[in-house]
């Protein structure tokens, strides 16, 4: 049956507004909607013409609340929808001047001063041990990994970006770092345990580094690790290295020179330090959805934005790799434990959040395969910092060394 | 002696504006100066109060002037003396607003539109190719190269940084590749008969493009070559890649979003890219006597300036490596070439030009290794280009399990 006219043209609003994209749209039970030229490859069910209207009047802030409140349904791949209506999605879709207008206003109440961090910090991260643990890997690790082999484990892949970012850092026994915003602290031990380095890690979500502290108490490790409660702008004392894995994020483009300052105070000249970061491969914002429901206060940004953090001390950059693949395969480990552990979390924090999480999981692996998400690690020393490593074979040539002597022996 | 109170006064001005260089300054043959508290490492014998007064006014012209004139003589290694001075220079030295004024002047004089360009180019790479062949390797590569291993000759180095480039783009027989900038054509030819590449090669230096022709047809590549003595601006038709090496220099900070835009319309959303070029770890001008007397119209840009080239089409950032140490090296190589074949250079160029070389050749060894100068090689691909390589292991597995294997069979 044709929809009838009303809802046929907010049908075709909608469509203009996101692209023509391959999708059926069923509308209640009865009226369905696909665009002129293009074979429907999913179904996406919305309940009523009210669930229509918010999609026609704020695209990316209606489709995520009504898939979370359960108003809209998408039958089959969930990510591989996404990632057809993003490779479809126009170009400079939400780039228009009243969107720029929202998102910079959002920008603006969401913002990262001390207090404004902690509570967008605490939004996101103080969810509990418990519901991290039942879809993170058993270190409880909460960044990219890096799947050196296509097979490894997830455990693994975390285990092998720790390595690469220790080797990466060519990190010595007894070197200090400091790490700011360090999780539940897995990295920190890392680096202490298997490189001998001397490390003081901050974060301000207290449910983290308070597990942080039990476990370097269980290792043995707390001579040699300090987990401690507070912002990165407290960030005092001297160290040859600096490392921060997924917390560029969470600092704020207004805050980036601040935060060279910060680098600048802990390592001076003559360090070296790495930024783990998601960015994006042209200046833009996450998604509203995301930054209202999921991440209050986030930024990704380009490597050009980012480049302000550095540039302003004249740190030198040895290198920067982008894991974008990286990410989506992680994301795509979460998202099916996420998917395995529905029940439970559905139980405890009820089905708007799981929807919700399963959105923003199932996004985030289809913006870094297909949409304009990137994972850049950047390798950073100072001007009066020990010459840097000559090549980067050092950081494939011992596995593949041994990999090399397994298979001639054998 | 002590030096006389205005001769005196004046070498002091010289070292308020250069730093506490390690230096002892003698003036004619009588009077000398050392700045309180440094051991002097080196000497510089300066002719007369008139070449001093020129310092004072302008210590960036006025030294490289009168180098080059033989008014200043630097006992001892040259390239040392100048890292020393970068060691000591102050930090915001040529930062201050006349000098940026100044600067900025220059940069507009000089401007990069096609007229200026093509004047520029030819003021640089027409002093005719007898001149580079006394001191370039073999194959006349006039960029940095890749020493992949410490101990490996200029020449090799040369090809060891063309397969670098050619693996990094994972270049496919039958490809077309466009080149922007080509020099004498080595890197064009290297990726036609090594990689089975079509390509068109791009320069506006006519001596470069006559020479490189020449190579095509005696090596038999006028079939998968062709060169065209035409500015990047116009180059047009569809390729597979995209690449530049030692040409962004020549852009022009002005003319980076237009540059974006011819790499867009030759390789759209599909494509991939890979531009190597000199950079700084902060926006900064090159001295204006390398750009007044060597290289008019040239600037190097930080990581970030050099993103709106990439950024304006929403390209993807793959890699980034930083070949500071290995430019150093083959200025170095370049420089020990010059100064063996002084006597044919002095001969037939002059005295001036010979001892202008050998301060810019010596300062980029001493730039790269003590200064702010850095080398880029950026890796790119559009928003619709096939997966990225999984890790960067393939630049460096293949030579390094030759080299396992051979050792555990030996």
């Known amino acids: ?241 600096f490392v921060s894995v997924g917390m560029l994020e969470h600092v704020g483009r207004t805050h980036y020179e601040a935060f060279g300052d910060v680098i600048h105070r802990a390592i001076g000249n003559s360090g070296r330090g790495l930024l783990h970061f998601i960015g994006r491969s042209r200046p833009d914002h996450f998604s509203r959805w995301i930054r209202k429901r999921i991440f209050p206060g986030a930024h990704a940004p380009s490597l050009g934005e980012s480049m302000r953090v550095l540039e302003r001390h004249a740190y030198d950059v040895l290198d920067v790799e982008n894991l974008r693949l990286h990410y989506a395969r992680t994301c795509s480990e979460w998202l099916a434990r996420f998917e395995k552990a529905g029940e439970p979390i559905a139980a405890r924090y009820g089905e708007w959040f799981r929807r919700a999480w399963r959105l923003y999981l199932a996004g985030s692996v289809a913006g870094f395969s297909a949409d304009s998400l990137q994972l850049f690690q950047v390798l950073f020393a100072g001007p009066r910092a020990r010459p840097p490593a000559w090549t980067r074979d050092h950081l494939y040539t011992s596995r593949d060394l041994e990999w090399a002597r397994q298979s001639t022996t054998s």
């Open 1 to 241: 049956m044709r929809a009838p006219s009303l809802d046929r043209r907010l049908l075709e609003t909608v469509f203009r507004a996101a692209g023509p994209a391959p999708v059926r749209v069923v509308l209640g039970d009865r009226v369905w909607f696909t665009p002129r030229g293009v074979s429907a490859q999913f179904t996406i069910r919305v309940r009523d013409r009210a669930t229509l209207l918010a999609l026609v009047r704020d695209p990316e802030i209606g489709f995520g609340d009504a898939y979370a409140d359960g108003r809209i349904v998408v039958e089959g791949d969930l990510v591989q929808f996404l990632e057809a209506a993003y490779h479809t999605w126009p170009d400079d879709g939400n780039r228009r001047w009243m969107a720029r207008a929202i998102s910079r206003w959002f920008e603006l109440w969401q913002n990262n001063s001390l207090r404004g961090s902690k509570r967008n910090i605490q939004h996101h991260y103080d969810l509990g041990n418990d519901f991290y643990s039942l879809w993170l890997d058993r270190q409880m690790i909460y960044t990219c990994a890096y799947f050196s082999s296509p097979e490894m484990t997830l455990e693994d892949a975390q285990i092998a970006k720790m390595d690469h970012v220790c080797r990466k850092l060519r990190l010595q026994p007894e070197e200090s770092v400091v790490e700011a915003g360090c999780g539940w602290g897995a990295l920190a031990l890392h680096m202490a345990r298997n490189y001998g380095a001397r490390v003081k890690a901050f974060n301000i979500s207290r449910e983290q580094i308070e597990f942080a502290r039990r476990r370097a108490r269980d290792e043995g490790l707390n001579g040699r690790v300090e987990f401690i409660e507070d912002d990165y702008r407290n960030i005092h004392g001297r160290f040859d290295a």
